[in-house]
């Protein structure tokens, strides 16, 4: 509910009189050198790769006693997630092969766990529990796809200097977790540093986030660990603070009249099949494959419909989208235009997979 009153507060903003105010409160530097970055630079390269921190904590965590703990285990929601991957980006880059736009191929690859838990958490008994699961589960190893390509493919001028010494930091993290030094503190102040460092590197600076994570020291028991320490100390804040910042700073979308012929372009087109109709193609076939090759098993008390259902749920892309959105355009029509086509495939993936999954009960 925070996050849609932040979207709503911010598209209300975008079409007011106030909305060259509000882009110019963004744009206010804050800091001092070596560090003095605009509002907006700050919740998009400082809060949100403590975003990705709490997301690589969550990877983590699942990947040492969870879901993705055992292949076969993880055999379906990573199979699942590869295809909703592949095939929204595939579909997009079709749409925009040798167009300007062809660089937003990494936008409809994105599922957003906040919306789409929440959606799914709403339909309450509808649901067997273990599909809950397996979302969650999906939409971890989606974030660590997205993350990956982000890493990979949307990144400035690398230098190497500032590189070499990320390299160094992180090689003192793993250190620390080898030699076993559990105080969070002793993480998280190169983790600042591992942060600075990525950030003058070329490659984005919320990719310091993830990697911090995976230096947090862990265990497979029933005592606290510092990353479930960690973990708990940071939902909180990112999600009831960072990420209707995000939303709050990054949705100010303002209405044209040829926005909705902007649906029908290339980038439009890309973006709204590759959410609303590759998610739910490419998570349901290469679920159906996975589970036709005896590699994995449907989860427990979920049918065809279920999976269906829930690769539409998969097309809500809201958060991660936008984001990958900022780092493939240079020219602010772009921007708005692919903001726009991904509030409209969100919405309409979360309003289909809602009613679709909703009416499976009763079928």
């Not at 055999?75 to 925009?96: E, K």
């Not at 974030?143 to 949307?154: P, S």
């Not at 939303?247 to 909705?260: G, P, R």
């Amino acid at each position: 509910m925070l996050l849609l009153i932040c979207v709503a507060i911010s598209l209300i903003i975008a079409n007011s009189p106030a909305k060259h105010s509000f882009v110019n409160f963004l744009q206010t530097q804050i800091g001092f050198a070596p560090i003095n970055y605009s509002i907006l630079a700050w919740i998009n390269d400082a809060l949100m790769a403590i975003f990705f921190l709490l997301v690589g904590l969550e990877i983590k965590r699942e990947l040492v006693a969870g879901e993705l703990s055992s292949i076969k285990s993880a055999a379906l929601p990573v199979i699942a997630a590869l295809g909703g991957m592949l095939v929204p980006a595939g579909i997009y880059f079709l749409i925009n092969r040798n167009q300007p736009t062809a660089a937003g191929w990494g936008i409809p690859m994105a599922t957003d766990i906040a919306f789409a838990l929440a959606i799914i958490a709403m339909l309450g008994k509808n649901v067997p529990p273990s599909l809950k699961i397996f979302l969650a589960a999906l939409a971890i190893v989606d974030d660590l796809g997205a993350i990956l390509v982000i890493a990979l493919f949307y990144t400035n001028q690398i230098h190497f200097q500032y590189l070499a010494i990320s390299a160094g930091i992180l090689l003192l993290l793993g250190l620390l977790n080898y030699f076993g030094v559990k105080r969070l503190v002793f993480y998280l102040i190169p983790g600042v540093l591992l942060w600075y460092c990525i950030h003058h590197s070329g490659i984005h600076a919320t990719i310091a986030g993830v990697l911090l994570a995976f230096t947090i020291p862990t265990n497979s028991s029933t005592k606290q660990s510092p990353l479930e320490k960690l973990e708990h100390s940071l939902t909180t804040p990112v999600n009831y603070l960072i990420m209707p910042l995000f939303a709050l700073a990054n949705t100010n979308i303002t209405f044209q009249s040829q926005m909705l012929g902007g649906l029908l372009s290339p980038l439009g087109l890309g973006i709204v099949i590759g959410l609303l109709l590759g998610k739910t193609i490419g998570v349901s076939l290469f679920s159906w494959l996975a589970v036709k090759l005896k590699w994995a098993a449907l989860p427990t008390g979920a049918g065809w419909k279920h999976i269906l259902g829930l690769g539409m749920l998969a097309g809500i892309g809201f958060t991660m989208s936008i984001f990958i959105a900022l780092l493939s355009f240079n020219q602010a029509t772009h921007v708005a235009e692919a903001k726009f086509a991904i509030l409209t495939a969100s919405v309409l993936s979360g309003v289909l997979g809602y009613v679709f999954l909703k009416g499976v009960k009763r079928s």
